[in-house]
């Protein structure tokens, strides 16, 4: 009887479990969905005070959706120009990149050419591949000896890829999570939100029913630790975000820089993890070289500058805006962060980029409240 109590005590967190589980392998029909839920909850105050004006909901919301839809088109009518003159740049500046190298690029191609020709005939791969492009095109390929098919250039891709992965087991091979596009995820996303907003009224009376101040210490703890590690840290996180990439859009702007408004969306999806930005450094140091021949500047010069601006947003960072903006022990470690976002991202693809932090925090928070306490009963009340 006593190992029956157990087990029904412990159904809450069996049945978490096994709902989070039914959850990933079918994230792409449910993350959209709690996804518009938690941005309508956010949105929802905004348009009850629209309500206190217009009298009706449904006025109030259609009004919020076309004024959030003309914000966007003035935003994209006034900046489409220089996005699209910026990234014409940026491709050019390549391309003039390669052109100017040609000579060495050449150079560098023979050396391969000669290196090559230690281990293959160099002449009879050259005519091999030239008879195989003829046959392609002629529609010969068929019976040509080495047809060129997309079930060949798959095969050879998977070849490829197989290098670098390790060899998967048939238990491996029996499991994969479903697919989902990102765009079939974001128009769920939209029609979603859209949805919710009209029947927000519904959904808020729901949330207040099962806020219920009777749930266990246990649950009500989860949730604060959840609030405190995840939700309040983006709010924080977001206002240092908006100060830093201020920073870097004045310098990127009067520097010019090739690809500065795709830079600038990089940096601030980057900059919600600390110091993670600096990988961009590396395709800027192409952008600087094509920067430093149009300016004839020294490129050490250059790229002195815009390391300079990612170190000096840093200490801006950890001198003025943590101490001023994010609270004492709130957030993730870093490096867990990093860890947590590989994990993700490597299971789900681009949406694990999305999720992988709050996922990560979820995680972290149920181990501390509902699986240690099992093994280290001890310690369980001093982690809290």
Not at 109 to 124: G, H, I, L, N, Y
Not at 173 to 182: S, W
Not at 188 to 217: A, C, M, T
């Amino acid at each position: 009887m006593k190992l029956q109590d157990r087990i029904i005590a412990r159904i809450p967190e069996i049945s978490l479990l096994a709902g989070g589980l039914l959850l990933l392998y079918f994230y792409g029909i449910f993350l959209p969905f709690f996804l518009a839920l938690a941005l309508a909850y956010g949105i929802g105050p905004i348009i009850q005070k629209w309500q206190k004006l217009f009298r009706n909901w449904e006025l109030s919301v259609g009004l919020f959706l076309l004024s959030l839809g003309l914000v966007l088109v003035l935003f994209l009518s006034i900046s489409a120009g220089f996005i699209a003159r910026d990234m014409q740049r940026f491709n050019q500046s390549f391309s003039l990149l390669l052109e100017e190298n040609q000579s060495q690029l050449d150079a560098g191609a023979q050396k391969v050419q000669a290196w090559m020709s230690e281990f293959v005939d160099s002449t009879d791969l050259e005519q091999k591949i030239r008879q195989q492009i003829a046959s392609f095109s002629s529609g010969d390929s068929a019976k040509s000896g080495l047809s060129l098919s997309m079930e060949n250039i798959s095969a050879g891709f998977s070849k490829l890829q197989s290098f670098f992965k390790s060899k998967p087991t048939e238990a491996d091979k029996g499991f994969q999570l479903p697919q989902f596009g990102f765009w079939y995820q974001f128009g769920s996303f939209l029609l979603y939100f859209v949805l919710i907003l009209f029947y927000y009224p519904y959904f808020e009376s729901l949330r207040e029913r099962y806020h219920n101040p009777g749930l266990s210490r246990n649950w009500q703890q989860f949730w604060t630790d959840f609030n405190q590690s995840f939700v309040r840290y983006f709010k924080l996180r977001t206002r240092i975000v908006l100060w830093e990439s201020l920073l870097f859009l004045v310098a990127f702007l009067i520097l010019d820089l090739p690809g500065t408004y795709l830079y600038l969306i990089l940096i601030v999806l980057l900059l919600y993890i600390p110091y993670l930005h600096y990988l961009l450094l590396i395709p800027m140091a192409l952008s600087g070289l094509v920067l430093s021949m149009e300016l004839t500047w020294p490129y050490w010069m250059v790229m002195s500058i815009i390391v300079g601006v990612f170190i000096l947003g840093s200490i801006l960072e950890e001198a003025l805006l943590i101490p001023k903006i994010m609270e004492r022990h709130i957030g993730l470690n870093p490096v867990i962060m990093v860890l947590g976002l590989s994990f993700w991202t490597y299971l789900l693809d681009f949406t694990g980029v999305l999720i992988g932090i709050p996922l990560t925090s979820l995680g972290l928070i149920y181990l501390k409240r509902f699986i240690l306490p099992q093994w280290f009963p001890a310690s369980s009340g001093s982690s809290e």
